[in-house]
């Protein structure tokens, strides 16, 4: 995903984990099991409020799925206000209650996801890989702000980006270029591509200052790379990239021309 996302080797080969608190044992299983087929690790399966923070205590899960129609004397919107208060989690409310009433309630607690029941696993997956990248996003701009000068260091070189459930390391010297596809930006490497849930203008901001250019509304590329420039294109070995009039006098300011 970004520069947020900072790990180690050994964080590829752990699964997200994911609690559910849902009070219809078959809805539950059922759920339970979806999420595996997916690749999730489920850390536990709750009906109630008090059993939830037991566990989100003991088993630390990565995000937290909370039907609102749950057993005790907490609803699913309760048992969400306390996880704000008390962890730093995403939640995904997934639930049948759609009504204005409870959405009101339910916007206040700022989810990470909403799903209406019946779901497919598409609405699980998508939910949660969204949710997932937004609460790196917030964690990485909270870390930013409380940096100080003694801190740790930062890798400067380099990014994470979510492929499936693994967070793949990325140096920003072996990136050729990004293209813009609709809201998404693909990102392509010599021998991969990745496709990130940002635009990319965004993705622009982050990389321009390692030494990228635009040369196209869709067309963001490393520099180190060019091998070639024509009148319409430019060429990352084999890989020809449109070249806009209006992007062409920046780039030819900023390449070495005898």
Not at 34 to 46: A, H, T
């Amino acid at each position: 995903m970004n520069s947020s996302l900072q790990t180690t080797n050994a964080v590829k080969s752990q699964k997200i984990k994911i609690s559910i608190t849902e009070d219809e044992a078959l809805i539950a299983d059922h759920l339970a099991a979806c999420l595996e087929d997916l690749g999730y690790e489920i850390s536990s399966v709750c009906d109630n409020a008090k059993d939830t923070l037991v566990e989100l205590a003991i088993n630390r899960p990565d995000i937290v799925i909370v039907d609102i129609n749950i057993h005790g004397d907490m609803d699913g919107v309760d048992l969400v206000n306390t996880i704000n208060k008390s962890f730093r989690l995403p939640v995904i409310y997934l639930t049948s209650n759609s009504d204005k009433q409870t959405i009101e309630r339910v916007k206040h607690t700022r989810p990470a996801g909403f799903i209406l029941k019946p779901y497919t696993v598409h609405d699980l997956e998508t939910n949660i890989e969204i949710a997932l990248f937004k609460y790196a996003e917030q964690e990485n701009s909270n870390n930013s702000e409380s940096a100080t000068s003694d801190a740790l260091p930062v890798l400067n070189d380099a990014f994470f980006i979510k492929d499936k459930h693994a967070l793949i390391k990325v140096s920003f010297d072996e990136i050729l270029y990004a293209e813009a596809m609709d809201n998404y930006c693909v990102i392509y490497t010599s021998h991969k591509k990745y496709i990130l849930s940002q635009t990319l203008k965004l993705v622009e901001q982050k990389l321009n200052p390692h030494g990228f250019i635009r040369v196209h509304r869709s067309h963001l590329l490393n520099l180190k790379h060019v091998t070639q420039i024509q009148p319409k294109s430019v060429f990352i070995d084999k890989h020809e990239i449109p070249l806009s009039d209006s992007y062409k006098k920046e780039l030819m300011e900023r390449i070495n021309l005898f």
